[in-house]
């Protein structure tokens, strides 16, 4: 019976002594940076928005460009792409560092691909869905650097980037 007391007390102190998510709820983070992909070297811009202790949702926008040989033709594509996130934050649960925030969360996107009109290659415009996962160190309480690896979608590989807090 003791030990099922202490236990739960010290859940109860781990719930009300906890490091806090860098983003606080109601309020917003940009990011931007750039990426690294199959298909030429990406630019993304997002946002976040704190919805409780523990989850972000958010929306990204990327571009990117490469050349491609095809059937002893040179393209050049371009893909753009427009995406929405969740992400579930580890600080409270890992008791992390408060300039430290590190995530994970499901993403799903719409992606533009752009190609020359004699282009019979098979990139296709559609829906991605994906997923990641990524950690932030602030610098101070408004600037963070930004690391995120994630598959599944036309965004696969890795971003690093800033995080500006707003």
Do not use: C
């Not at 992909?37 to 990406?42: K, M, R």
């Not at 560092?97 to 098979?122: E, F, H, T």
């Not at 950690?135 to 995120?148: D, F, H, I, M, S």
């Amino acid at each position: 019976m003791k030990k099922i007391i202490l236990i739960s007390v010290s859940f109860l102190v781990a719930g009300l002594v906890h490091s806090q998510n860098p983003l606080s709820v109601g309020k917003a983070q940009l990011n931007f940076g750039v990426g690294l992909s199959g298909w030429g070297v990406p630019v993304y811009f997002g946002l976040d928005y704190g919805v409780s202790r523990d989850i972000t949702v958010g929306g990204e926008l990327s571009f990117r460009s490469y050349n491609e040989k095809w059937r002893s033709n040179r393209y050049r594509h371009g893909i753009t792409g427009i995406s929405a996130n969740a992400n579930f934050h580890f600080n409270r649960v890992l008791e992390l560092p408060s300039k430290w925030d590190l995530y994970i969360g499901p993403n799903l996107g719409y992606y533009v691909w752009s190609s020359p009109n004699n282009y019979d290659g098979d990139n296709n415009s559609g829906i991605d869905l994906g997923a990641q996962i990524g950690t932030r160190y602030y610098l101070n309480n408004k600037v963070g650097l930004n690391l995120e690896f994630g598959g599944g979608n036309a965004f696969s590989g890795g971003k690093f980037g800033l995080t500006i807090q707003l």
